[in-house]
């Protein structure tokens, strides 16, 4: 312990240096230092012969140690000294010493600390009868493990400070790159759209120059036409003036120049042009053509950038376990055929049956998603035809004559799964005289909660959002019953799903113009759907 006094020098001079307190008992060896009688008889019980002094390692020998009395006198006086310093009035103390605690019961300093009791003791304290027998240590010792363990904690604390300090500073550099990052992205959108711009502008200049000039020439082939015609009509006017008054002179006169009236006033050739030449005519078709393009491509541009900005583009592949026995889904999940035989599979509850329907493997509930389908139609020559027809021979000497005919047929306006054959291109024809829009596939979304058993009506009501194609072109599945909206069928298919916006649109992929697009409130997960009864034709999804 530091000592700030001349007692505090001496009381240093009286301690053990075994045990760090004060000496009891004390006895000298052979080079002359003094310890606790105990400390070294312990020393000498536990450490092998020869015995060495734990301050200057000299060795010495057990039957050699000799009590101090003297050292004893001297240790009581300290002692003593200590206690009457202490019981002083602490106006008349030390400053350093008043801000220290002393003991509650005897006002003495407090030195010690009782291990067994675990309590703060003063040198009265200790040698008082409740404590005497205790171990009792100084108060620096006995706050030494404690204090390694604060350390200790501490070390980790520091760690974990500065572990905390070097992730912030990690990620206050990420956050500012990614923050420098989108300064540039900002600069490369106010860079991107003014190009654009300037070549919108530039191509609009360019139209509406191309326009001026057409109509400059229309206002001046306008000008010459009523100029000569003007001239032509006062000519005539002329004439007709002069050969009206010949007619209705006297006989008389008349006859004396009966010379022939139309020689003498001839009918000249008068001017007659066509209004619009055929190149200004073929210049304005052109524009006409031009100006239509324009319209389109914008469109499709329109339409490509505002799904490119705002639409997830997904990779969608499909649930092989909800697809009916009749459809073959590719391993990769991406595209599916309708075979036209039934396929033993695992017969689940959640399989379309008999419909030839399947729904993709994720479905939404939030979000702005994308995703494509191509129509690919194998039309058959004879040969297929005829293994079309061996094909349909086959599944009836399976499954019976009976099975195949549920799939034959129009009921409702529903055309059930079944082969695309000339029977069936006749039908189609007579389905359209009759005012009834065939399909070969359908291509959307549903509802997971959508009914999968027996005939179903596809319609947003029952929880379908869908577009109808066939060879007529594209038709939109509602109550109470479909219409037509594209007189061509696309060979590949975009579905935008905007689900908090209650939005389904579908494009064309190739041309990028709009063909339809449903609005609606959706409720619960939302899939992708497919639906095919064309034999051999395939819908593959893209990307």
Same mark, same amino acid.
């Given at each position: 312990m530091a000592a700030a006094s001349p007692l505090g020098k001496l009381e240093d001079e009286v301690l053990c240096s075994i045990c760090l307190e004060y000496l009891r008992d004390p006895v000298t060896i052979d080079c002359g230092h003094v310890f606790c009688y105990h400390c070294i008889i312990k020393v000498c019980e536990s450490t092998m012969r020869p015995l060495y002094c734990s301050l200057c390692k000299t060795a010495f020998k057990k039957e050699n140690i000799r009590r101090v009395w003297q050292m004893a006198s001297l240790v009581k006086n300290i002692w003593r000294m200590k206690v009457d310093e202490e019981r002083q009035p602490r106006e008349e103390r030390p400053p350093e010493q008043r801000a220290e605690k002393l003991c509650g019961r005897h006002l003495e300093k407090l030195h010690y600390y009782c291990r067994d009791d675990q309590q703060i003791l003063c040198v009265i304290c200790r040698e008082s009868q409740e404590h005497r027998h205790h171990v009792a240590v100084l108060l620096e010792?006995?706050?030494?493990?404690?204090?390694?363990?604060?350390?200790?904690?501490?070390?980790?604390?520091?760690?974990?400070?500065?572990?905390?300090?070097?992730?912030?500073?990690?990620?206050?550099?990420?956050?500012?790159?990614l923050l420098t990052k989108f300064q540039n992205h900002r600069q490369d959108i106010v860079s991107v759209f003014e190009q654009g711009h300037?070549?919108?502008?530039?191509?609009?200049?360019?139209?509406?120059?191309?326009l001026v000039g057409l109509e400059q020439e229309l206002a001046e082939r306008r000008n010459s036409l009523v100029t000569k015609g003007?001239?032509?009509?006062?000519?005539?006017?002329?004439?007709?003036?002069?050969?009206?008054?010949?007619?209705?002179?006297?006989?008389?006169?008349?006859?004396?120049?009966?010379?022939?009236?139309r020689s003498r006033y001839p009918r000249k050739k008068f001017w007659i042009e066509k209004p619009i030449s055929p190149a200004i005519k073929k210049r304005a078709e052109e524009f006409s053509d031009k100006v239509l393009s324009l319209e389109k491509g914008l469109r499709g541009f329109h339409g490509k950038l505002m799904r490119d900005l705002e639409y997830?583009?997904?990779?969608?592949?499909?649930?092989?376990?909800?697809?009916?026995?009749?459809?073959?889904?590719?391993?990769?999940?991406?595209?599916?055929?309708?075979?036209?035989?039934?396929?033993n599979k695992c017969q689940h509850g959640q399989?379309?049956?008999?419909?030839?329907?399947?729904?993709?493997?994720?479905?939404?509930?939030?979000?702005?998603?994308?995703?494509?389908v191509k129509v690919d139609r194998i039309w058959w020559g004879a040969e297929e035809e005829e293994?079309?027809?061996?094909?349909?021979?086959?599944?009836?000497?399976?499954?019976?004559?009976? @099975?195949? /005919?549920?799939? $034959?047929?129009? !009921? *409702?306006?529903?055309?059930?799964?079944?082969?695309?054959?000339? +029977?069936?291109?006749?039908?189609?024809?007579?389905?359209?005289?009759?005012?009834?829009?065939?399909?070969?596939?359908?291509?959307?979304?549903?509802?997971?909660?959508?009914?999968?058993?027996?005939?179903?009506?596809?319609?947003?009501?029952?929880g379908f959002w869908t577009l109808q194609l066939s060879s007529a072109g594209v038709s939109v599945c509602t109550s109470p019953e479909p219409f037509q909206v594209l007189s061509y069928c696309p060979r590949q298919i975009g579905v935008?799903?905007? @689900?908090? /916006?209650?939005? $389904?649109?579908? !494009? *064309?992929?190739?041309?990028?113009?709009?063909?339809?697009?449903? +609005?609606?409130?959706?409720?619960?997960?939302?899939?992708?759907f497919l639906w095919l009864n064309c034999m051999r034709s395939i819908l593959t999804l893209k990307p």
């Amino acid at each position: 312990m530091a000592a700030a006094s001349p007692l505090g020098k001496l009381e240093d001079e009286v301690l053990c240096s075994i045990c760090l307190e004060y000496l009891r008992d004390p006895v000298t060896i052979d080079c002359g230092h003094v310890f606790c009688y105990h400390c070294i008889i312990k020393v000498c019980e536990s450490t092998m012969r020869p015995l060495y002094c734990s301050l200057c390692k000299t060795a010495f020998k057990k039957e050699n140690i000799r009590r101090v009395w003297q050292m004893a006198s001297l240790v009581k006086n300290i002692w003593r000294m200590k206690v009457d310093e202490e019981r002083q009035p602490r106006e008349e103390r030390p400053p350093e010493q008043r801000a220290e605690k002393l003991c509650g019961r005897h006002l003495e300093k407090l030195h010690y600390y009782c291990r067994d009791d675990q309590q703060i003791l003063c040198v009265i304290c200790r040698e008082s009868q409740e404590h005497r027998h205790h171990v009792a240590v100084l108060l620096e010792k006995a706050a030494r493990p404690y204090r390694g363990k604060i350390q200790n904690h501490l070390k980790l604390l520091k760690g974990d400070r500065d572990r905390i300090q070097n992730f912030q500073s990690m990620g206050e550099d990420e956050i500012q790159a990614l923050l420098t990052k989108f300064q540039n992205h900002r600069q490369d959108i106010v860079s991107v759209f003014e190009q654009g711009h300037q070549f919108l502008r530039e191509r609009k200049q360019y139209l509406l120059e191309q326009l001026v000039g057409l109509e400059q020439e229309l206002a001046e082939r306008r000008n010459s036409l009523v100029t000569k015609g003007s001239e032509e009509v006062v000519r005539l006017g002329t004439l007709i003036s002069e050969m009206e008054k010949k007619a209705w002179s006297p006989t008389l006169e008349l006859l004396q120049d009966p010379g022939d009236v139309r020689s003498r006033y001839p009918r000249k050739k008068f001017w007659i042009e066509k209004p619009i030449s055929p190149a200004i005519k073929k210049r304005a078709e052109e524009f006409s053509d031009k100006v239509l393009s324009l319209e389109k491509g914008l469109r499709g541009f329109h339409g490509k950038l505002m799904r490119d900005l705002e639409y997830k583009t997904m990779k969608i592949i499909m649930n092989s376990q909800t697809a009916n026995n009749c459809l073959s889904v590719s391993p990769d999940g991406k595209s599916i055929m309708f075979t036209g035989l039934w396929i033993n599979k695992c017969q689940h509850g959640q399989r379309f049956d008999p419909e030839p329907g399947v729904l993709g493997s994720k479905g939404f509930t939030w979000g702005k998603v994308y995703w494509e389908v191509k129509v690919d139609r194998i039309w058959w020559g004879a040969e297929e035809e005829e293994e079309a027809v061996k094909c349909r021979s086959r599944a009836r000497g399976v499954f019976g004559s009976s @099975y195949l /005919g549920e799939f $034959i047929g129009i !009921t *409702d306006g529903y055309s059930s799964p079944g082969y695309r054959n000339e +029977s069936e291109e006749l039908e189609e024809e007579w389905s359209q005289e009759n005012g009834i829009l065939p399909k070969f596939c359908l291509v959307g979304v549903a509802r997971e909660s959508v009914v999968r058993r027996g005939f179903l009506i596809f319609t947003p009501e029952e929880g379908f959002w869908t577009l109808q194609l066939s060879s007529a072109g594209v038709s939109v599945c509602t109550s109470p019953e479909p219409f037509q909206v594209l007189s061509y069928c696309p060979r590949q298919i975009g579905v935008a799903l905007d @689900y908090d /916006g209650g939005k $389904i649109t579908f !494009t *064309d992929v190739r041309t990028q113009e709009f063909i339809y697009e449903f +609005s609606s409130s959706f409720t619960g997960r939302i899939f992708p759907f497919l639906w095919l009864n064309c034999m051999r034709s395939i819908l593959t999804l893209k990307p």
